[in-house]
């Protein structure tokens, strides 16, 4: 297995454990991070993004379970599928959410990661009848862009 497999590992087993401090040590400092719910996240956004997701699911963790697999990596690049199964804070819905993840390496460390899902699979299952009904537009992805936004937002906030 070679370092960046290693070090794909290394952070979903930080995360699987909710060791954030652990998942923000694979990340090298100038990060760009993106998923549908986190577009465009840099730098220390990115590992606070991640802070705020292991707090709340310290807060409530009945239901948590993440798997990882398919692990792949060269010197340069590198991809893993991962499933999460927690319960929606906001909500309090089950999720199982399948996730495939893409990474670029620079000095040992990932420096670009990003997640790719079904939007409006997950929010069937995070907002329920809601998520069904608009969970495909683009404004309903948009608003929970915003909601995220505010929420980390906020989060560093009170983190300084």
């Known amino acids: 297995m070679n370092p960046n497999e290693q070090l794909i590992r290394q952070f979903y087993t930080s ?11 694979c990340y090298h400092a100038d990060i760009c991070f993106s998923d549908p719910a986190f577009p465009d996240l840099k730098g220390k956004e990115a590992g606070a993004m991640w802070a705020m997701l292991v707090d709340a699911l310290k807060k409530n963790p009945q239901g948590w379970k993440l798997e990882f697999e398919k692990v792949n990596a060269n010197e340069n690049e590198g991809s893993c599928r991962w499933q999460a199964y927690y319960t929606f804070s906001l909500t309090g819905r089950k999720v199982h959410n399948i996730i495939d993840a893409h990474f ?47 929420r980390l937002a906020l989060y560093l906030s009170r983190s300084d």
């Open 15 to 25: 995360f699987k454990h909710l060791d954030a401090q652990g998942m923000g040590a």
């Open 104 to 150: 670029r390496f620079k000095n040992g460390k990932i420096i670009e990661h990003t997640d790719t899902f079904d939007f409006y699979r997950w929010a069937r299952m995070a907002f329920g009848f809601t998520g069904l009904l608009l969970g495909w537009t683009a404004f309903f992805k948009r608003k929970v862009q915003a909601t995220t936004t505010k």
